[in-house]
Nanobody
Framework: QVQLVESGGGLVGHGDSLRLSCAAS????????MSWFRQAPGKEREFVSG????????VYADSVKGRFTISRDNAKNTMYLQMNSLKPEDTAVYYCAAKILEPVVTTPEYDYWGQGTQVTVSS
């Protein structure tokens, strides 16, 4: 099994930045693609960004392209999401997800999920 723990969420103002982290533990050697999803109140969970094991392939939702940057450090078993120019519509619970096969997919077909971290952006 793989355990995922997100951190770094919080309350920020419009235009501020945050960096989320997702620490993996357990059988981390089986993890390939990883992604971030988010879910706002009353809405379905949506794909935010994903990254391949090597880090060479990244995928972003149109709504965050140019503002968010995904990265990972396999030596530390950690994935990151640098979020800049935050908007109130970015407010959501952000979830880390991992799958044992490539490639990154934008649907929630992942094998492991974290518990989520709340991000709130005030206007």
């Amino acid at each position: 099994q793989v355990q995922l723990v997100e951190s770094g969420g919080g309350l920020v103002g419009h235009g501020d930045s945050l960096r989320l982290s997702c620490a993996a533990s357990g059988r981390t050697y089986i993890v390939a693609a990883m992604s971030w999803f988010r879910q706002a109140p009353g809405k379905e969970r949506e794909f935010v960004s994903g990254i391949s094991w090597s880090g060479q392939r990244t995928v972003y939702a149109d709504s965050v392209k140019g503002r968010f940057t995904i990265s990972r450090d396999n030596a530390k078993n950690t994935m990151y999401l640098q979020m800049n120019s935050l908007k109130p519509e970015d407010t959501a619970v952000y979830y880390c997800a991992a799958k044992i096969l490539e490639p990154v997919v934008t649907t929630p077909e992942y094998d492991y999920w974290g518990q989520g971290t709340q991000v709130t952006v005030s206007s």
